[in-house]
Every structure is written in structure tokens, then in C-alpha cells.
């Protein structure tokens, strides 16, 4: 009996990628893509590794693949941004063994600094695109985008979404494939990409292009689905599920290949039926090619480009009807994000806002720095731009400006981007002051561990990157490491390092309160001393709040990490960590 598995999409994606015989993988955590390669990694079969940053992570997968090897690199929209400068000379250069980079947007921005649609990056970077719906086909197209890849000479993009790569659903799992390294050969005309090399190269995309949009009209990526004539709806990958709930009698198009889309099966459908919706979350990228085809399509003028959609906001959009909800009159308390008990990062944005200095912040647990009660984090735009802008800040408004500005950046993103940031202040003659948060892993995308760690991403011992000696190589005379839970040594050491006229870093080094290895303390509690000044309250922890008057700690949640001894005044708090001397 032919069993079937139930998969997250990422675990299918995962899985088709061992079925096709995929020899590298190479990748940087970003959610909703960061399961795919973690669930390679479990495949001893393949190579797996996390890269230092996603351009880097592109760059292993295409030379694995010039070198004759299927290859793969899974990341998320932004960090498609990363790995742009390599992916598009890659849609020139073609590829040796199968190339294909799997994305995962965020629409909704449930974990991200923006809502980008990957689709237009496709068309721009002329490379193909695919969209599963489900996870089986998550598994199938994955295998299938390995043989378009070598058939047409072509990396391939699969684009996920949160939804597709966080639910699960059936696979019927298969054997792998024994695919053979094909033959290194040496070709400069195809693989040095000099203007004169890169000018035939593009004649070349764009004749692939012409082909694949043949393929396009009658692949099996593009199903119709034929029942009532009335309503025909095009669509692809979780949107589908969407309106297939919404319009159950409709007939469908649903799009399999997103890029290049067809043309004539495409004008073929809109002709079989009388209305045709065109629901696509983001960007109106089906909808517009729809409309260049002449074809009169409801899709944008109704549903929006913002946000991840539901089965009950796309009825309410077309039919009207609002789905049938209770109201809940007790007033409902806000539960905002918030780092976790124990978090490391807490008593370096405590020091912070204490001494008001502006943050310059960056992408990480730490960027919850930002709310309410520390609220001390005044900007973070992407990753490892915390240093650039704190310098760019400086470079604007002067020294002075500088004494009351840091910039914040934590050991994984520090190693992804912030290096260079720190290389311009030297090399420019900044004065600016670079709080590293060492927690000793990837906390925010789920314990990996990256090149600072130390271990690869099968737990192997290596090397891990030394930051005391990067940053000291990199020309920083002062350069500091302290545990920021020491508050009074560390607020000392952070008003010294603002005040010198030169670059210094000061490396916050406390690892994270969820790694398995950090031992804990006992829940700690109030005592009779205390005077309900708020001062533990100060600190954001969820484990401390006031109720009916007086302040408590919820022994569920604290982990004894002794913070808030720290800073209360009245030795209120029971015991569980020393006071700093």
C-alpha cells in the first residue's frame, strides 16, 4: 500500500530536493524559509551548510553547480535582496549541474522589516519562476525545477509563501535520484562574464525566454480546471486555496509557472467563461499580464496589494458577504511581542535608555529593543545596517552627535553584513561606538548557529570567528567585552567608549536564555521590602508585573536570571544572583 507522509512545505521542499539528487545546499536562516535547509540537513546523502549571509550562500550553490553537481539555496524575499548581485549574472551564465534558489515571501510581514513580492525579481532577473500550491507539489516541483534547470540551461526560482511553507499536508515520498556529476568543462564565453561575453549571453536569456514561454502554454505547472462557465478565476500557490473555498463551483486556471506566464492558454481560459477574477496576494503580477493580453479582469480594483489574504476577506471583496463573528465586549489586553525572560539583550537596552542615547538598531530578537518599556531602539532599516547609518548619522551632524549614538547589531547579523560597516567607520575616520549582542547563536529564526558559534549546521565542531581579533584586525583599538547584566560596569563602559574621539566596540556577551546548555537559577520573588516604585518594571520582563497594587513575579516564567536584582534599590527580590559589587 502506497503510504503518504503529512509535510510542512518546507520539509517537502526539503525532500524533493534529496529525491533529485542534490549534492549541495547552501544557506542563511530567514523565517518562513529557515526549515528547508535544517530538514536537509538530515539527508547525510547532501552537503548542507548555513552561509554567512544569502550572497555568499548563491555563490556555494552556483559554483557547486559550474562544477557539474545539483545545487540549491533557500532563503527569504529580503534576503533575495542579498543574494540579487549574483542571481541575475546567473541568469547569464547558465548553470553546469541543476540550480535552483528557493524563496519565501512574508506576506502579512508576520517575521520581516517588509512585504516584497518575488515575483518581480523573476521577471527582472529573466529567470523562471514556480509556485507550488500544497506541500506534495512543494516536493514535485522541486524535483521538477532541477530538470528545467539543466534541460534550458537555467537557474530556477520556487517562490513559498509563510502559509505554503508553514502548513502541512500530504507527500508521497519517493526514492533518490542517482544523478552523476556532469563533466567539468572550461567555457570562458559562458561562465566569465566580461561585457563582451555578457552581451551574447544575453541574446541567449532571451531566446531561453522565448522557449520557456512555449513551455509555458502546455506544461503540467498550468492546470485548467473546467466547471461552471459563469466564473473563472487564475491564480496561484496559497491564493489558490483561497478562492478554491470561496468560488467552489468557478472554473480555474491554476498557474503552476509564474514566470514567464502563458499567453494563449491564458486568453484560451478568459474566453471559456464570462467573468474572470484574477486573485493574487501582493502585486498585481497576473492581473497586469492579464491586461496587456486585452483581457477584462476583476482582481486589484477589489482586493488589495497589502497583506496576506482569507477565504473571508476575499468573499466579503466579491460577494459581500461578512463572515459571521462574536464580539467579545470584556476589553481585551494588548499582548505585544517582547524578549524572553532572561533575555541577554535586556540589560544592554536598560543601560540604554537610561542614559538616552540614540540606538542605531539592526534585525534580531534585539530589535524588540524598540517597544515599550525599554523603547530604546530609534531606527532598523535591513541587515547590519546599523553600523552604516549610526556612521552616516555621525558624518551628517558632527562628533557631538556621535557621543550620544551606538550603534546595536548582534554576533549572527554582525558576521552576515556589519563587517563592512565596521571596515567604512575605520577606513573614514568615524568616531562611532558598536555594541556587538553576543548570544552566542541565530536567536531569532530559531538556535542556528552561524560562523561566530563555532559548530557547523550538523553540530560538527569548526572554527568559530574570534570578534575580539576581527574587530581589533579591522583597525578598532578599543574594543571591550562585558556581560550586560553587569549593569553598572557595563553603563560605565558604555559612557567611556562615547566619549573618546575614536571607533570602539563593545561586545555584550551573554549567551541566550533558550540555549539548552545555560543553567538557570531559581524563580525569584518579592519580599516585603519592596516599595512599588516600578523600577523592576523598567526592565520589560514577562515574568514581573503589578497586580492589584503590588508588584510579582510569575515563578512560571522566571528563570532566575537576577536582572531585576539588579536594579531595585530596596533588596526587594528574593534571591537567585548576586548584586554587581
Known amino acids: 500500500m502506497i503510504m503518504k507522509?503529512?509535510?510542512?512545505?518546507?520539509?517537502?521542499?526539503?525532500?524533493?530536493?534529496?529525491?533529485?539528487?542534490?549534492?549541495?545546499?547552501?544557506?542563511?536562516?530567514?523565517?518562513?524559509?529557515?526549515?528547508?535547509?535544517?530538514?536537509?540537513?538530515?539527508?547525510?546523502?547532501i552537503y548542507c551548510e548555513w552561509a554567512p549571509n544569502e550572497k555568499v550562500a548563491l555563490e556555494v550553490a552556483i559554483g557547486a553547480s559550474f562544477a557539474g553537481a545539483r545545487a540549491m539555496s533557500c532563503m527569504k524575499h529580503v534576503g533575495l535582496n542579498v543574494a540579487a548581485d549574483p542571481l541575475y549574472t546567473a541568469s547569464y551564465t547558465?548553470?553546469?549541474?541543476?540550480?535552483v534558489v528557493c524563496v519565501a515571501d512574508d506576506q502579512g510581514m508576520h517575521s520581516s522589516q517588509n512585504e516584497q513580492d518575488s515575483r518581480l525579481v523573476a521577471i527582472s532577473s529573466k529567470i523562471p519562476m514556480l509556485e507550488p500550491a500544497d506541500s506534495e507539489e512543494c516536493k514535485i516541483f522541486t524535483q521538477k525545477a532541477f530538470e528545467l534547470s539543466e534541460k534550458y540551461d537555467t537557474p530556477i526560482l520556487i517562490r513559498l509563501s509563510t502559509r505554503i511553507s508553514h502548513s502541512q499536508s500530504l507527500v508521497q515520498e519517493g526514492e533518490r535520484e542517482n544523478v552523476e556529476l556532469k563533466d567539468y568543462v572550461k567555457d570562458?564565453?559562458?561562465?566569465?562574464?566580461?561585457?563582451?561575453?555578457?552581451?551574447?549571453r544575453h541574446h541567449y536569456v532571451e531566446r531561453r525566454l522565448d522557449d520557456m514561454r512555449k513551455l509555458a502554454e502546455d506544461c503540467e505547472f498550468n492546470v485548467v480546471e473546467k466547471k461552471d462557465s459563469k466564473i473563472g478565476v487564475i491564480s496561484a500557490g496559497i491564493a489558490y486555496q483561497y478562492a478554491k473555498e470561496v468560488?467552489?463551483?468557478?472554473?480555474?486556471?491554476?498557474?503552476?509557472?509564474?514566470?514567464?506566464?502563458?499567453?494563449?492558454?491564458?486568453?484560451?481560459?478568459?474566453?471559456?467563461?464570462?467573468?474572470?477574477y484574477v486573485i493574487e496576494e501582493l502585486e498585481p503580477v497576473i492581473e497586469n499580464h492579464c491586461k496587456v493580453l486585452g483581457i477584462d479582469v476583476i482582481g486589484k480594483d477589489i482586493l488589495s496589494n497589502i497583506?496576506?489574504?482569507?477565504?473571508?476577506?476575499?468573499?466579503?471583496?466579491?460577494?459581500?458577504?461578512?463572515?459571521?463573528?462574536?464580539?467579545?465586549?470584556?476589553p481585551m489586553p494588548n499582548r505585544p511581542p517582547v524578549m524572553c525572560a532572561g533575555c541577554p539583550?535586556?540589560?544592554?537596552?536598560?543601560?540604554?535608555?537610561?542614559?538616552?542615547?540614540?540606538?542605531?538598531?539592526?534585525?534580531?530578537?534585539?530589535?524588540l529593543g524598540a517597544l515599550a518599556p525599554l523603547s530604546s531602539m530609534d531606527m532598523c532599516v535591513c541587515m547590519g545596517a546599523s553600523i552604516g547609518m549610526a556612521h552616516g548619522m555621525e558624518k551628517a551632524r558632527g562628533s557631538e552627535f556621535a557621543r550620544k549614538t551606538v550603534a546595536v547589531i548582534g554576533d549572527s547579523t554582525f558576521i552576515h553584513s556589519g563587517i563592512t560597516g565596521l571596515v567604512d567607520i575605520v577606513y573614514n575616520k568615524g568616531t562611532s561606538t558598536v555594541i556587538i549582542l553576543d548570544n552566542s547563536i541565530t536567536g531569532m529564526?530559531?538556535?542556528?548557529?552561524?560562523?561566530?558559534?563555532?559548530?557547523?549546521?550538523?553540530?560538527?565542531?569548526?572554527?568559530?570567528?574570534?570578534?575580539?581579533?576581527?574587530?581589533?584586525?579591522?583597525?578598532?583599538?578599543?574594543?571591550?567585552?562585558?556581560?550586560?547584566?553587569?549593569?553598572?560596569?557595563?553603563?560605565?563602559?558604555?559612557?567611556?567608549?562615547?566619549?573618546?574621539?575614536?571607533?570602539?566596540?563593545?561586545?555584550?556577551?551573554?549567551?541566550?536564555?533558550?540555549?539548552?546548555?545555560?543553567?538557570?537559577?531559581?524563580?525569584?520573588?518579592?519580599?516585603?521590602?519592596?516599595?512599588?516604585?516600578?523600577?523592576?518594571?523598567?526592565?520589560?520582563?514577562?515574568?514581573?508585573?503589578?497586580?492589584?497594587?503590588?508588584?510579582e513575579i510569575d515563578k512560571s516564567l522566571c528563570v532566575g536570571c537576577a536582572l531585576c536584582v539588579r536594579v531595585c534599590r530596596f533588596n526587594a527580590i528574593g534571591a537567585g544572583g548576586a548584586k554587581d559589587d
Open 445 to 551: 529564526t530559531g538556535h542556528q548557529h552561524n560562523p561566530a558559534t563555532g559548530f557547523t549546521i550538523k553540530g560538527e565542531p569548526t572554527k568559530g570567528v574570534d570578534l575580539v581579533k576581527l574587530c581589533s584586525a579591522i583597525g578598532i583599538d578599543r574594543v571591550t567585552v562585558i556581560d550586560p547584566f553587569n549593569i553598572k560596569k557595563f553603563e560605565q563602559v558604555l559612557r567611556e567608549e562615547t566619549e573618546v574621539d575614536e571607533p570602539s566596540v563593545i561586545i555584550a556577551q551573554r549567551p541566550c536564555a533558550l540555549l539548552k546548555d545555560v543553567k538557570h537559577g531559581k524563580p525569584l520573588e518579592i519580599n516585603e521590602n519592596c516599595k512599588v516604585c516600578k523600577a523592576c518594571m523598567k526592565i520589560g520582563c514577562p515574568a514581573i508585573s503589578v497586580i492589584d497594587g503590588k508588584v
Open 5 to 45: 507522509k503529512l509535510m510542512l512545505g518546507n520539509a517537502a521542499v526539503a525532500r524533493g530536493a534529496y529525491e533529485a539528487g542534490v549534492r549541495v545546499v547552501s544557506s542563511y536562516p530567514g523565517t518562513p524559509s529557515t526549515e528547508i535547509t535544517e530538514e536537509i540537513a538530515k539527508y547525510d546523502e
Open 94 to 99: 547558465g548553470v553546469g549541474g541543476g540550480l
Open 247 to 276: 468560488f467552489p463551483d468557478a472554473s480555474f486556471l491554476k498557474l503552476g509557472m509564474i514566470n514567464p506566464l502563458p499567453t494563449q492558454l491564458i486568453l484560451d481560459f478568459a474566453k471559456s467563461v464570462e467573468k474572470v
Open 188 to 200: 570562458t564565453a559562458k561562465y566569465v562574464m566580461m561585457p563582451a561575453m555578457a552581451m551574447k
Open 307 to 330: 497583506g496576506e489574504f482569507s477565504v473571508a476577506q476575499i468573499r466579503e471583496a466579491v460577494f459581500g458577504e461578512k463572515a459571521d463573528t462574536i464580539k467579545i465586549e470584556e
Open 345 to 367: 539583550h535586556r540589560g544592554t537596552f536598560y543601560v540604554l535608555k537610561k542614559l538616552g542615547l540614540r540606538v542605531s538598531g539592526d534585525i534580531g530578537c534585539y530589535t
